[in-house]
């Protein structure tokens, strides 16, 4: 099974308004941590945003937040009031368990969503 | 200034004549990993290291090698390359957590890529 999924391959959005990427994971481990990352046509990966599985409460970064829902395990970005340069190759990834743990060195990303800001 | 270098950026080579990609991280980080990022299949970790003389593999090592005889440099290896070995390749390192009970925070910082064609 897909230890992440995105399920929009390509989404357009209007400049300012906000647009949610969606992204569900699976794992059987209670500490887990969360990322989301950007990769612009240039090429490199930009961190943009983390969630702890022990965080009560939802992350935010400037204009980014994180849409975390564990009982559904998803973990949603949301970006505000989008902007041109926020168009991009957005990815969700996942590090699980804690340090001990034979699976914690593993991240997992999901397969990307490639979102276009329209003027 | 903190940063992950790879070298070369690109590199065009023919099946079968073994090359390097050279990794080097200057914030002292434990944790290192190379990934490989292919059209509609995200990244995907190839092999991983906890520190010096210690690797692993990820869920794609077919075809490749690490070896991790200094903290700062991680570089993979091909014996012999081939045509599906063409993609884009990230370096990326990472502290490892000091709290032993707690998702780690710290998220992996990437390299630039190096886009590799195996004709």
């Known amino acids: 099974a897909q230890k992440i999924t995105q399920t929009q391959p390509g989404m357009f959005v209007q400049e300012k308004e906000a647009v949610t990427l969606d992204c569900t994971y699976d794992?059987?481990?209670?500490?887990?941590?969360l990322f989301w990352y950007k990769q612009p046509s240039s090429g490199e990966m930009i961190f943009l945003i983390y969630?702890?599985?022990?965080?009560?409460q939802n992350a935010t970064e400037g204009r980014y937040s994180l849409n975390f829902q564990k009982a559904r395990k998803s973990a949603n970005l949301v970006i505000s009031a989008s902007q041109l340069g926020d168009s991009a190759m957005y990815f969700c990834a996942m590090r699980e368990g804690l340090w001990w743990g034979y699976n914690f060195n593993k991240f997992y990303f999901g397969s990307g969503t490639k979102l276009n800001v329209k003027p | 200034e903190a940063q992950v270098t790879q070298n070369p950026r690109y590199l065009i080579t023919v099946t079968g004549k073994k090359l390097t990609v050279t990794c080097s991280q200057n914030?002292?980080?434990?944790?290192m990993s190379w990934y490989r990022q292919d059209p509609g299949l995200g990244l995907r970790q190839i092999y991983y290291s906890m520190n010096v003389e210690v690797t692993d593999k990820g869920d794609v090592p077919e075809g490749y090698k690490v070896s991790r005889k200094e903290k700062r440099n991680f570089p993979l290896i091909l014996e012999s390359p081939s045509p599906n070995q063409t993609s884009l390749y990230f370096c990326?390192?990472?502290?490892?957590?000091?709290?032993?009970?707690?998702?780690?925070?710290?998220?992996?910082?990437f390299g630039p890529g190096t886009r590799l064609t195996v004709l």
């Open positions: 794992t059987s481990d209670q500490s887990y941590g």
């Open positions: 914030m002292n980080h434990e944790y």
């Open positions: 969630q702890g599985s022990y965080d009560e």
């Open positions: 990326a390192s990472t502290y490892l957590p000091g709290l032993a009970y707690l998702p780690s925070t710290d998220t992996q910082y």
